[in-house]
């Protein structure tokens, strides 16, 4: 079992910058492909990022692209999200993910408890 544990969140104005961490439990961290995902008042919860887990190989939702950056540090099992230029549709509790497999796809099989993240206009 990993365990994940989002921190980072917070209240920040429009075009500001946020950076979110993920500290994951696992013996191995760079067997595991990691990913943020989002999920807004009413929404359905929507994948935000993800990064391999040796090649570091990336992938990003559109609406993100070009300002949040998605990295890992394999020494301190930890995974980042950098957002800039925020924007109030960005509001959302933000989630870690990780998969059982270092490479990118559909499908994770462990959740952080989420931290919020406000937006204000």
């Known amino acids: 079992q990993v365990q994940l544990v989002e921190s980072g969140g917070g209240l920040v104005q429009t075009g500001g910058s946020l950076r979110l961490s993920c500290a994951a439990s696992?013996?191995?961290?760079?067997?595991?492909?990691m990913g943020w995902f989002r999920q807004a008042p009413g929404k359905e919860r929507e994948f935000v990022a993800a990064?391999?887990?040796?090649?570091?190989?990336?992938t990003y939702a559109d609406p993100v692209k070009g300002r949040f950056t998605i990295s890992r540090d394999n020494t301190k099992n930890t995974v980042y999200l950098q957002m800039n230029s925020l924007k109030p549709e960005d509001t959302a509790v933000y989630y870690c993910?990780?998969?059982?497999?270092?490479?990118?796809?559909?499908?994770?099989?462990?959740w952080g408890q989420g931290t919020q993240v406000t937006v204000s206009s």
């Open positions: 993910a990780g998969r059982r497999w270092p490479g990118l796809g559909d499908g994770y099989d462990y």
């Open positions: 696992a013996r191995t961290f760079s067997n595991y492909a």
């Open positions: 990064i391999s887990g040796l090649r570091f190989s990336t």
